[in-house]
């Protein structure tokens, strides 16, 4: 049956119209092969554009449709709906991308614009006249959800999910929920207690009769797909069993081992036997066997003795928990760049003294190794002036990270804040490059900083050496063109937030992109900011790029909203545009499964009959709930059996036999 393809050409306001001779288009594309009808109009995906489709569609009995306008990633969903309420399948459709690949990057060549929007237009209308029907198929949802990191971005995914009436598991490999949060003394620019936010948070959070929280535990192995996830977590040996300790403390208090608390950033001790703070949830200990004289040569065993209700378990064995999950949301968060390990510069890592923002936080918390008091770390002593250094590790392309962090211009204005807050007398010197407060309230922050008297030095710190007690910066002043030397009683970095060790497992278990530098990957940075492109898998938090809190809180509750409006459903549908394995060419060289991205493709035998007798063959399978139609398999297939629907090879032959007319 001969074909009635309706071909529609959007002027984009002048956006595609100010560059591409629209008219002209129309006009060469017309009497393609197939084309019944053709037209153009302003604006395509508005409403009367939309509505012009449908009508086009049911006037001219149109049984396929292209649409010339700006990218697919946009508007495609739009005209596949349009043209399924004009009674279409919505597969018999296809765009040409006329503004980000014609006017948008050939605005100085109308012609040039003009004669490539033509060659686009008669690929798509080739293409389309070779597309057959596709229809979506259902699979059943999991009401359950799983959150790796339970920092503030996993705790209020959790809450906000489980208040949607879903079941939340909440996974953290410390000992404690919180996140680097529960570090921090006060939050900007409003300055109010990060304990006083985070703690009623995490005490919600266990609270709730639909979370169940798994700290001191990891995630092992992803299997399955959206709305079937089969998850794999290790529950790490505690050696203190959770169900029967009251959390008394005596084990603590009684512990004769002391170690370097790696809460307190290394500025602080605890016991073998532990609780990270006073208010960690769950408010229970744990052993830690790379220090516990028991565990390593069956001496001392004080905490088992003592304990009343008899918790220590020294047998106790790591344990492998299965559960099955609708989605998955990663919050991991982020740490600091290693900068002494990386780098050395500043001299951190071998002065004392030099010392990181966060470990600036533990310094001038109530809750830390010095009580609030801002004391220098080799003796002590309460420093008068303290030096900050800005992007340390940021904004470096040469040896670091070319991206900016976000929250240090603001972090480290509330630190010098602090400082001539705190101590009487003290003065806080400031080495920037820019000052970048875009937030609400943030630059009045700033700028109150500097009136309180924090000098910001425009430039850049060469060298920094020890000379007596004191640590001698030695820098320059852009603006005033003259070197800068300060004797200073202590430095702190404002370094780099870079993603979280071990967040490449992660990625790599639950199918997710990671960029270069080694954060998550989203699906489109405006259009699907929290989502990836594995279906089921969400992201939160600073594991997707440098954030402050109200961003990675925001960002948050965006993805447990995705979550919640998954998981409301018992079914849901599946994209129809995925691999379809053609078994009699299969070889069965499984380089398919190799080349996989979402472990979507498997082995699977099937039995033929050669000369009347039963024969055993291995095959490609491909599970269509996890597949994304990526189209790795098709190209790498020797055999041409693996094939993309809605690209199929014959679709795409007929796009290049268009372009080379």
Same mark, same amino acid.
């Given at each position: 049956?001969?074909?009635? %393809?309706?071909?529609?050409?959007?002027?984009?306001?002048?956006?595609?119209?100010?560059?591409?001779?629209?008219?002209?288009?129309? !006009?060469? #594309?017309?009497?393609?092969?197939?084309?019944?009808?053709?037209?153009?109009?302003?604006?395509?995906?508005?409403?009367?554009?939309?509505?012009?489709?449908?009508? $086009?569609?049911?006037?001219?009995?149109?049984?396929?449709?292209?649409?010339?306008?700006?990218?697919?990633?946009?508007?495609?969903?739009?005209?596949?709906?349009?043209?399924?309420?004009?009674?279409?399948?919505?597969?018999?459709?296809?765009?040409?991308?006329?503004?980000?690949?014609?006017?948008?990057?050939?605005?100085?060549?109308?012609?040039?614009?003009?004669?490539? +929007?033509?060659?686009?237009?008669?690929? +798509?209308?080739?293409?389309?006249?070779?597309?057959?029907?596709?229809?979506?198929?259902?699979?059943?949802?999991?009401?359950?959800?799983?959150?790796?990191?339970?920092?503030?971005?996993?705790?209020?995914?959790?809450?906000?999910?489980?208040?949607?009436?879903?079941?939340?598991?909440?996974?953290?490999? !410390?000992?404690?929920?919180?996140?680097?949060?529960?570090?921090?003394? $006060?939050?900007?620019?409003?300055?109010?207690?990060?304990?006083?936010?985070?703690?009623?948070?995490?005490?919600?959070? @266990?609270?709730?009769?639909?979370? #169940?929280?798994?700290?001191?535990?990891?995630?092992?192995?992803?299997?399955?797909?959206?709305?079937?996830?089969? =998850? #794999?977590?290790?529950?790490?040996?505690?050696?203190?069993?959770?169900?029967?300790?009251?959390?008394?403390?005596?084990?603590?208090?009684?512990?004769?081992?002391?170690?370097?608390?790696?809460?307190?950033?290394?500025?602080?001790?605890?016991?073998?036997?532990?609780?990270?703070?006073?208010?960690?949830?769950?408010?229970?200990?744990?052993?830690?066997?790379?220090?516990?004289?028991?565990?390593? &040569?069956?001496? /001392?065993?004080?905490?088992?003795?003592?304990?009343? =209700?008899?918790?220590?378990?020294?047998?106790?064995?790591?344990?492998?928990?299965? !559960?099955?999950?609708?989605?998955?949301?990663?919050?991991?968060?982020?740490?600091?760049?290693?900068?002494?390990?990386?780098?050395?510069?500043?001299?951190?890592?071998?002065?004392?003294?030099?010392?990181?923002?966060?470990?600036?936080?533990?310094?001038?918390?109530?809750?830390?190794?010095?009580?609030?008091?801002?004391?220098?770390?080799?003796?002590?002593?309460?420093?008068?002036?303290?030096?900050?250094?800005?992007?340390?590790?940021?904004?470096?392309?040469?040896?670091?990270?070319?991206?900016?962090?976000?929250?240090?211009?603001?972090?480290?204005?509330?630190?010098?804040?602090? =400082?001539?807050?705190?101590?009487?007398?003290?003065?806080?010197?400031?080495?920037?490059?820019?000052?970048?407060?875009?937030?609400?309230?943030?630059?009045?922050?700033?700028?109150?900083?500097?009136?309180?008297?924090?000098?910001?030095?425009?430039?850049?710190?060469? $060298?920094?050496?020890?000379?007596?007690?004191?640590?001698?910066?030695?820098?320059?002043?852009?603006?005033?063109?003259?070197? =800068?030397?300060?004797?200073?009683?202590?430095?702190?970095?404002?370094?780099?937030?870079?993603?979280?060790?071990?967040?490449?497992?992660?990625?790599?278990?639950?199918?997710? &992109?990671?960029?270069?530098?080694?954060?998550?990957?989203?699906?489109?940075?405006?259009?699907?900011?929290?989502?990836?492109?594995?279906?089921?898998?969400?992201?939160?938090?600073?594991?997707?790029?440098?954030?402050?809190?109200?961003?990675?809180?925001?960002?948050?509750?965006? @993805? +447990?909203?995705?979550? @919640?409006?998954?998981?409301?459903?018992?079914?849901?549908?599946?994209?129809?545009?995925?691999?379809?394995?053609?078994?009699?060419? /299969?070889?069965?060289?499984?380089?398919?499964?190799?080349?996989?991205?979402?472990?979507?493709?498997?082995?699977?035998? %099937?039995?033929?009959?050669?000369?009347?007798?039963?024969?055993?063959?291995?095959?490609?399978?491909?599970?269509?709930?996890?597949?994304?139609?990526?189209? &790795?398999?098709?190209?790498?297939?020797?055999?041409?059996?693996?094939?993309?629907?809605?690209?199929?090879?014959?679709?795409?032959?007929?796009?290049?036999?268009?372009?080379?007319?």
């Amino acid at each position: 049956m001969a074909k009635r %393809i309706g071909l529609f050409i959007c002027w984009c306001g002048s956006n595609i119209g100010g560059v591409v001779d629209v008219p002209r288009v129309v !006009e060469e #594309t017309k009497n393609y092969p197939g084309v019944a009808f053709a037209t153009d109009y302003k604006y395509m995906c508005s409403e009367p554009g939309q509505n012009l489709i449908i009508s $086009k569609v049911k006037e001219h009995n149109l049984d396929r449709v292209v649409v010339a306008s700006c990218t697919p990633m946009l508007h495609e969903p739009t005209f596949r709906k349009a043209i399924a309420r004009a009674g279409l399948n919505p597969y018999m459709f296809d765009m040409a991308n006329i503004r980000e690949q014609c006017s948008w990057v050939h605005s100085n060549d109308k012609e040039a614009a003009t004669q490539k +929007a033509i060659a686009l237009v008669k690929r +798509a209308l080739a293409k389309v006249s070779q597309v057959e029907p596709l229809f979506e198929s259902s699979i059943p949802i999991t009401k359950k959800a799983l959150v790796v990191g339970a920092g503030i971005a996993g705790i209020q995914v959790a809450l906000d999910i489980a208040d949607s009436g879903h079941e939340v598991i909440l996974l953290e490999r !410390e000992s404690t929920i919180g996140g680097n949060m529960v570090k921090l003394d $006060k939050t900007f620019p409003t300055m109010d207690c990060s304990a006083c936010i985070s703690t009623p948070k995490m005490v919600q959070a @266990a609270q709730h009769p639909n979370i #169940t929280i798994m700290t001191y535990a990891e995630l092992v192995d992803v299997q399955g797909y959206i709305g079937n996830f089969e =998850v #794999t977590i290790k529950q790490k040996a505690r050696f203190v069993d959770h169900t029967i300790c009251t959390g008394c403390g005596l084990c603590t208090e009684k512990c004769p081992t002391k170690v370097s608390s790696s809460f307190e950033l290394g500025m602080g001790k605890r016991k073998a036997i532990y609780i990270e703070f006073p208010q960690a949830v769950p408010n229970k200990p744990v052993i830690d066997p790379d220090n516990c004289r028991y565990l390593k &040569n069956g001496k /001392c065993g004080i905490c088992k003795k003592l304990c009343p =209700v008899g918790a220590v378990d020294f047998e106790q064995k790591d344990e492998l928990i299965e !559960e099955k999950v609708g989605a998955i949301v990663i919050a991991t968060g982020y740490d600091l760049i290693k900068w002494e390990e990386i780098y050395g510069e500043y001299g951190y890592g071998r002065f004392k003294d030099v010392i990181t923002g966060l470990q600036f936080e533990r310094l001038v918390n109530a809750s830390g190794p010095t009580n609030g008091l801002i004391q220098r770390p080799s003796d002590g002593k309460e420093p008068k002036t303290v030096v900050f250094i800005k992007c340390v590790g940021s904004r470096d392309e040469a040896k670091a990270k070319e991206y900016c962090s976000r929250a240090c211009c603001m972090y480290t204005a509330k630190h010098a804040h602090q =400082v001539i807050e705190k101590i009487e007398g003290g003065h806080a010197y400031i080495f920037y490059m820019d000052v970048r407060t875009p937030g609400k309230a943030y630059d009045e922050f700033y700028r109150r900083t500097v009136d309180e008297g924090a000098q910001y030095i425009r430039g850049r710190v060469s $060298k920094i050496y020890q000379s007596g007690d004191k640590l001698v910066v030695m820098g320059a002043d852009t603006l005033l063109g003259s070197a =800068v030397h300060i004797e200073a009683d202590l430095v702190v970095l404002a370094t780099a937030m870079v993603p979280t060790e071990g967040s490449e497992k992660i990625a790599q278990l639950a199918g997710v &992109n990671i960029d270069k530098d080694g954060f998550f990957i989203e699906a489109h940075p405006k259009l699907r900011p929290v989502e990836t492109m594995t279906g089921g898998v969400f992201l939160a938090g600073a594991c997707q790029g440098p954030k402050d809190i109200p961003d990675t809180v925001s960002q948050a509750s965006g @993805a +447990a909203a995705k979550v @919640a409006a998954l998981l409301s459903n018992d079914q849901m549908a599946t994209d129809p545009m995925i691999c379809h394995i053609d078994e009699k060419m /299969c070889s069965g060289c499984l380089v398919c499964k190799e080349v996989c991205p979402y472990k979507a493709i498997s082995e699977k035998t %099937i039995t033929e009959r050669i000369a009347g007798q039963p024969v055993e063959r291995i095959v490609a399978s491909v599970n269509t709930g996890l597949c994304q139609g990526c189209g &790795n398999c098709t190209v790498a297939c020797r055999a041409g059996a693996a094939n993309l629907k809605g690209y199929t090879n014959l679709q795409l032959l007929s796009e290049v036999d268009a372009l080379c007319r």
